[in-house]
């Protein structure tokens, strides 16, 4: 288990399905072989430099924080994954990020369905968590060689802008 990088004031908070196997081996949030969201957090100018995995921990200085749904170590596909929406969501309304992303469509369309909301698309999503808007990514995942249109860079972008309105 990873810890959260929470404190008030962030401008946005990543929120990961479940911290992968290789991630919690190395001891730092998407750190398994191919994975892009480093990479994405950099070209999409949401952070001045490009960031490691094992720079995990310095993102709430850029008022960026991280988080899972499912707070042991899981991959985001298995099934029965141990979900805590009621404690989640106690987060979001405690430090009140500008914005709420889920680093994949399997984490935003995990908590809709808790909501009983629809299930998401790629974007900015018509519910919220805690009163926060919602931003759903496609995952960064090195496994995740799914093409969208726009590209996977692009709707990092795309978070960026919603975070500087936000």
């Given at each position: 288990m990873?810890?959260?990088y929470?404190?008030?004031n962030l401008?946005?908070?990543?929120v990961?399905?479940?911290?992968g196997?290789?991630?919690?081996?190395?001891?730092?949030y998407?750190?398994?072989?191919?994975n892009?969201?480093?990479?994405?957090?950099?070209?999409?100018?949401?952070t001045?430099?490009r960031?490691?995995p094992s720079?995990?921990?310095?993102?709430p200085?850029y008022?960026?924080?991280l988080?899972?749904?499912?707070?042991?170590v899981?991959?985001?596909?298995?099934?029965?994954?141990?979900y805590d929406?009621?404690?989640f969501?106690?987060?979001?309304?405690?430090?009140?990020?500008g914005?709420?992303?889920?680093?994949?469509?399997e984490?935003?369309?995990?908590?809709?369905?808790?909501l009983?909301?629809?299930?998401?698309?790629?974007g900015?999503?018509?519910w919220?968590?805690?009163?926060?808007?919602?931003?759903v990514?496609?995952?960064?995942?090195?496994?995740?060689?799914?093409?969208?249109?726009?590209?996977r860079?692009?709707w990092?972008?795309?978070?960026?802008?919603t975070v500087?309105?936000?």
């Open positions: 990873l810890p959260d929470l404190q008030p401008r946005f908070v990543l990961g399905t479940a911290v196997e290789k991630s919690a081996a190395r001891g730092h998407y750190a398994g072989p191919g892009d969201f480093w990479r994405f957090l950099y070209e999409a100018g949401l001045p430099t960031l490691a720079d995990d921990a310095t993102l200085r008022g960026i924080g988080t899972d749904l499912v707070k042991s899981a991959q985001s596909h298995d099934r029965g994954l141990p929406f009621p404690r969501t106690g987060k979001i309304a405690t430090y009140q990020p914005v709420v992303a889920f680093t994949s469509k984490a935003g369309k995990a908590f809709a369905r808790s009983r909301e629809p299930v998401p698309s790629l900015a999503a018509p919220t968590v805690a009163g926060r808007p919602v931003f990514l496609p995952s960064p995942s090195g496994a995740n060689r799914t093409p969208t249109d726009p590209p860079v692009e990092w972008r795309r978070l960026a802008r500087q309105e936000a």
